[in-house]
């Protein structure tokens, strides 16, 4: 019996809608009855995790509460930057899958050394922590080129995935690439709503689709 996962939402929405679409896409299936039961609680109202003073945790600690009584074993969160509040989450007395982590390992296994991450301010202390660890060095943005980031993410947010959206965030990992990035990590679930490997020269890291394949691997375990 696979276990019942339970998923953190709506930081944004769209992004979560990808992590459950990629999550089914890499679940092993003969029939229907094959696929995880998965418990989601798309959130939208949880506070900004970018706006200096906010508090999302005690949101997200009573998402993980609600999920562990509405029946969920294991957690996941579906954005790179609320991990920043992961004790929170983990309050709930439920495992929870490391979405950085997991885009850590998934790194190192191709090779590189040197990973670059586009993902907001607090997203990339937090790669930088985990990755430390398993010997990567993380290449940032500029600060102007930080901003761009953080203007192009919220427009993403509000549902601005042309192309120029595209071109934006392609340019931007290139300048990654440029800084000596052997690798780039999707850092933010909203960055592989307009950014895929055919847009880059070097290897792109999904963190949406690590984690997918990682909640699938630990669902499936036993």
Do not use: W
Request: overall charge negative; glycine content about 10%; some cysteine.
């Amino acid at each position: 019996m696979s276990k019942v996962l339970g998923v953190l939402g709506g930081m944004g929405p769209a992004a979560t809608l990808d992590f459950l679409a990629k999550l089914q896409a890499a679940t092993p299936v003969s029939r229907e009855q094959d696929h995880l039961r998965v418990l989601v609680d798309i959130n939208p109202k949880v506070p900004d995790r970018n706006v200096e003073g906010s508090d999302p945790g005690p949101v997200l600690a009573a998402m993980a509460a609600g999920l562990r009584d509405a029946g969920a074993q294991v957690l996941a969160i579906a954005c790179n930057t609320a991990h920043a509040y992961a004790e929170d989450v983990r309050a709930s007395g439920l495992p929870l899958i490391d979405m950085l982590e997991t885009a850590g390992l998934a790194a190192r296994g191709q090779g590189a050394s040197v990973v670059g991450v586009l993902g907001t301010s607090l997203a990339l202390g937090l790669y930088r922590e985990r990755f430390a660890p398993l010997g990567l060095e993380v290449a940032t943005l500029g600060d102007h080129e930080q901003v761009e980031f953080m203007a192009l993410l919220y427009r993403i947010k509000r549902g601005d995935v042309g192309q120029a959206s595209r071109d934006a965030m392609a340019a931007l990992a290139h300048r990654l690439i440029g800084n000596g990035a052997q690798a780039v990590v999707a850092g933010c679930t909203e960055v592989p709503l307009v950014l895929s490997q055919p847009d880059l020269s070097a290897p792109l890291l999904d963190a949406t689709q690590t984690l997918a394949i990682r909640c699938v691997e630990i669902c499936l375990a036993d």
